[in-house]
């Protein structure tokens, strides 16, 4: 089989098209990826601020534990940045606020 050189190549309407759908492939994996990526972080966030505020109602625990967590996750997770005070108390917040949503329909 001969092979074209890159100037006939780049200028066959095949090529250019065959290209054209690769990126748009790797654009749209990117994207779908991302968007599940933040669906996994939005269920986490959800899921830690309801496991806070149970205990909080359940066990009496009070504001300390929004303190707490975060300085015991930057320890244990080290390579990835800890979840500060207003993030953990956020959690918290979202989760008081928002009922557990079915975020599947939007991925």
Known sequence: ??????????????YRQFIEALKARVANARISAARKVNHELIMLYWDIGRGIVDKQQVLG?????????????????RERPAFPCK?????????????????????
């Open 61 to 77: 625990w009070g504001e300390s534990v929004v303190e707490l967590w975060p300085r015991i996750s930057r320890r244990h997770f």
């Open 87 to 107: 993030m953990c108390g956020g959690c918290c917040n979202f989760t008081a606020h928002t009922p557990l949503l079915n975020f599947s329909h939007s991925l």
């Open 1 to 14: 089989m001969k092979i074209p050189s890159d100037t006939n190549l780049t200028s066959d309407a095949d």
